[in-house]
């Protein structure tokens, strides 16, 4: 499988990388891990005229602490998540959803970026990024512009970036001390995208729920927030019937394609067991 | 389309070759360095044949372009083998346990499992599994590569290799 030809180009800054976007119009892809775009142009289902490469860009890659707040450079990579001290220590969640992205030579090369600008509505980050509040960092023609995570995906592979637009960072809200987390989910083999999973962040107080995010990968066309399955269990100690509402309620808001993962109402259902897990160890987990 | 000119370094020799973009990395590596030790299984992400080592990462050498590779230190199958050209312990080990039936996976499960080690000199069985769950094998059942990986672990670290029991 051989690609349709293409020119190469590697710009070394943020403002080159724009600027050659900008120039070459519509026939121009960036390029980061190249884990999503190299596979569909060796299908041809991606014919550009013209790669930009973002691996020369400076500044483009990094986890640092900055306050209440981590930022990740957009051309970190899975693999560079999990090697994370930081990563680990405040946002766990991260951690433990990167290892069930695709398999370590994948993670070698797959971005944080990538992941969450390309708009597949399998990519497992997005749904934990609009759970945890986090803001992406658009660079344009125009200038630098944040869109919130919640409001960035549109459609499948359609997103709020704008012709010539990269996402260069990715900022995250640290959640409180002993918060609890938990990413669920349902898939065939390693390295298969979701049939269903669910990203949950919860923190307790005296046995009960005092606040909760829910995020949902591929159960839609974009990844959602259930708020109202958060709202169910809010005050509540989790016990049979709130889980039960909560799963309900996110099973609500479910349009998941029938694909080989199973028709819909196998993966709507999947959906509310993986909600109802994600906040049972959410909950064991906070402090 | 306009050829680009590229150097790296494949198994420490400083290579170069003229390619069109599109050429993948893999291609590069078989058919301009005529090193086929490197295999095209999927060519889909999927199998890890094609596993190399760059600058550290174990990477699916058909997933990437050869100009990305630009500037970058390979090492491939060819390259793994001691110095003196004796068997390096993982080789000794997939030779030992049997770690192979076809064989057409082995030198992306080597190449794997050699970034592994460095890694994680001492893996568990289930970090093995792990670690090479980007590499499929179709004959093993992957019994005997986990023990292979074990037994160049047990090497490297000066350690008795015992096998477990089954």
Do not use: W
Not at chain 2, 55 to 63: E, L, Q
Not at chain 2, 120 to 147: A, D, L, W
Request: hydrophobic share 40%; charged share 20%.
């Amino acid at each position: 499988m051989i690609p349709g030809s293409f020119s190469y180009h590697r710009p070394a800054t943020v403002a080159d990388a724009v600027k050659l976007l900008a120039d070459l119009g519509d026939e121009a892809r960036p390029l980061a891990g190249g884990h999503s775009l190299v596979p569909m142009m060796k299908l041809r289902l991606a014919t550009p005229a013209h790669l930009v490469d973002l691996h020369g860009v400076a500044g483009l890659k990094g986890i640092k602490r900055d306050g209440n707040k981590v930022t990740i450079g957009a051309m970190t990579t899975q693999h560079e998540l999990l090697a994370s001290d930081e990563i680990a220590k405040s946002l766990p969640i991260l951690h433990e959803t990167a290892l069930l992205i695709a398999d370590p030579q994948v993670r070698y090369r797959g971005t944080i970026g990538g992941n969450v600008a390309n708009g597949d509505p399998g990519n497992d980050m997005p749904a934990l990024m609009m759970a945890l509040g986090a803001t992406y960092q658009l660079h344009g023609p125009n200038g630098a512009r944040e869109v919130a995570a919640g409001e960035f995906y549109q459609g499948a592979y359609f997103t709020a970036l704008e012709p010539g637009e990269i996402l260069t960072l990715v900022t995250v809200p640290v959640p409180a001390a002993g918060h609890g987390y938990a990413y669920e989910k349902l898939k065939r083999k390693v390295g298969d995208y979701a049939t269903a999973a669910a990203a949950v962040v919860v923190t307790m107080a005296g046995g009960k729920v005092a606040a909760c995010s829910i995020g949902l990968t591929n159960l839609h066309e974009t990844p959602l927030l259930a708020a109202d399955a958060a709202k169910a269990v809010i005050g509540t100690s989790l016990d049979a019937a709130s889980l039960k509402k909560a799963a309900q309620a996110a099973e609500a808001i479910m349009s998941p394609a029938a694909d080989a993962r199973g028709p819909v109402e196998y993966r709507k259902h999947v959906g509310g067991v993986m909600v109802t897990r994600a906040l049972q160890r959410a909950a064991q987990r906070a402090k | 389309m306009a050829k680009t000119h590229v150097t790296m370094k494949v198994n420490g020799a400083e290579v170069e070759g003229l390619v069109e973009p599109r050429m993948l990395l893999v291609h590069f590596i078989r058919e301009n360095l005529q090193m086929t030790g490197t295999h095209i299984g999927c060519e889909t992400t999927h199998c890890g044949a094609c596993t190399v080592d760059i600058d550290g990462m174990s990477v699916k050498s058909c997933t990437m372009f050869a100009v990305q590779a630009e500037g970058s230190d390979i090492t491939t199958i060819e390259g793994i083998a001691n110095a003196d050209g004796t068997l390096s312990a993982l080789q000794e080990g997939f030779r030992m346990m049997h770690g192979l039936q076809c064989g057409f996976c082995t030198p992306g499960m080597i190449v794997r499992a050699h970034r592994l080690l460095q890694e994680n000199p001492s893996p568990s069985e289930q970090e093995i599994r792990m670690g090479i769950s980007g590499n499929i094998c179709r004959c093993t059942g992957y019994q005997n590569i986990v023990k292979a990986i074990q037994y160049a672990a047990a090497k490297i670290n000066g350690v008795e290799f015992k096998e477990a029991a089954e």
